[in-house]
């Protein structure tokens, strides 16, 4: 029996390593000067400490260290990264229209969508791509939505709630082509797959510490630096830190532990990436024998080894999620202010709204064990079983009426 609850949300966030605490631990103490101090040691031991983490960092995506610029994580990185490059490389001055077109897609964080909007509103034009039913974005649609005045093309590499894995490499290529520039949010993607940002075609990337079992509020944003030189309109302005890209104070001890956790994650990449696919083949392959009307959600193969994102048709959302209480993970619903909205990304790819508030999305880390995955194929199998013994639609369903021709009684 393993110890409950069982930690099965590690796309929303991950356990910071103990190594990583362990690295971290000293610049709170004693190496706790301020990287900007030049002229005594307690600043050249911080410098030092960040600038190794700068080498960790950059080697694990194939890049310079100098083309490493500190965030406080994808939020910042996406945000930096969008506006910054819209505001550099706008056709037309700021409160005029024609000021330059994006191509992102629907199914973007809301870390790159929002930011994304507010630029449609000062005058950029964007072209939202909408996936297929297997959730991904094309290199073709991608070349059919360029124009000659695109300046940004921001697709993520792995996506959030489903894992579908974008073919990033071929988008590059065609993007850097036309001579656009090309960001991608790789949060979910970078120190769990390989990834070089020159093979890939990449001008910018943003990833996250406490997504790769680091701390929260670091992460960090590539910079191309030649083959093109990206340049980026600053938007946190100060101190002139992060080749003035990101002004203030270092966060010595969170810079240390995203190096650290990057290094983790270099080393341990290809055996946990062989371990957490089989644990998610036979957490699919459990539930979809023991359980019918049940879809994996998203590209049969181009999906991370992480993670999966099932629909149980039949069973009520909040029902289920109540059901599994020793299982953190999270569902196809959205809490916004006023309702229980269904997942705008399960939408996207043609999951209706009833399926939607009726998946989950389980997605396993460094710590998740194959006795935590037999008990969740259990208790979940359980969970949805008994429900539907509840349900006068499945109890239909079984006699072999369609629902979808029912007319139903309007009250
Ligand atoms: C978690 C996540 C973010 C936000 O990252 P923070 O570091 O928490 O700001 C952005 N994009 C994706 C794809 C994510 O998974």
């Not at 997942?343 to 209706?352: D, I, M, T």
């Amino acid at each position: 029996m393993p110890d409950l609850p069982i930690y099965l949300d590690n796309a929303a966030t991950t356990r910071c390593d103990p190594r990583v605490v362990e690295e971290m631990l000293p610049y709170f103490t004693e190496t706790y000067g301020n990287a900007g101090s030049r002229n005594h040691k307690f600043g050249w031991d911080a410098e030092a400490g960040i600038d190794k983490a700068r080498e960790r960092a950059a080697s694990l995506i194939g890049a310079q260290p100098k083309e490493i610029i500190f965030t406080s994580g994808s939020t910042e990185g996406n945000n930096l990264a969008i506006k910054g490059v819209a505001e550099m490389y706008s056709k037309a001055p700021a409160g005029s229209e024609k000021r330059g077109h994006i191509i992102t897609a629907i199914h973007e964080h809301k870390a790159v969508l929002d930011p994304v909007k507010r630029l449609q509103k000062q005058g950029f034009e964007v072209t939202m791509l909408e996936p297929g039913q297997d959730g991904l974005i094309t290199a073709e649609m991608v070349k059919d939505a360029l124009r000659e005045d695109t300046i940004l093309v921001t697709i993520m590499w792995a996506n959030n709630e489903i894992g579908t894995i974008n073919p990033v490499p071929e988008i590059g290529k065609i993007v850097k082509a036309h001579g656009a520039i090309f960001h991608t949010d790789a949060t979910q993607w970078v120190g769990k797959m390989p990834t070089n940002v020159d093979t890939d075609s990449i001008d910018l990337l943003t990833w996250s510490g406490h997504k790769i079992f680091g701390p929260k509020g670091i992460g960090a944003l590539y910079v191309r630096r030649r083959k093109p030189r990206v340049r980026l309109t600053a938007q946190i302005e100060g101190g002139g830190q992060e080749r003035g890209y990101r002004s203030g104070t270092h966060n010595v001890p969170g810079i240390v532990g995203f190096g650290k956790a990057c290094e983790l994650c270099a080393e341990e990449m290809d055996s946990e990436r062989d371990r957490l696919l089989a644990l998610r083949q036979k957490l699919e392959s459990e539930l979809k024998s023991r359980i019918d009307v049940c879809e994996v959600n998203g590209h049969a193969e181009r999906r991370m080894p992480n993670m999966t994102n099932i629909s149980f048709g039949f069973v009520e959302g909040e029902g289920l999620m109540m059901k599994i209480k020793d299982i953190a993970c999270s569902s196809g619903s959205a809490c916004t202010s006023a309702s229980l909205e269904p997942s705008y990304v399960l939408k996207a790819l043609g999951v209706g709204d009833e399926l939607a508030h009726s998946s989950l999305r389980l997605s396993m880390g460094r710590f998740t064990t194959a006795e935590e995955i037999d008990y969740a194929i259990n208790e979940i199998t359980d969970a949805v079983l008994h429900l539907r013994k509840l349900s006068p639609l499945y109890d239909m369903h079984m006699e072999g009426i369609d629902i979808s021709t029912i007319e139903w009684a309007s009250h």
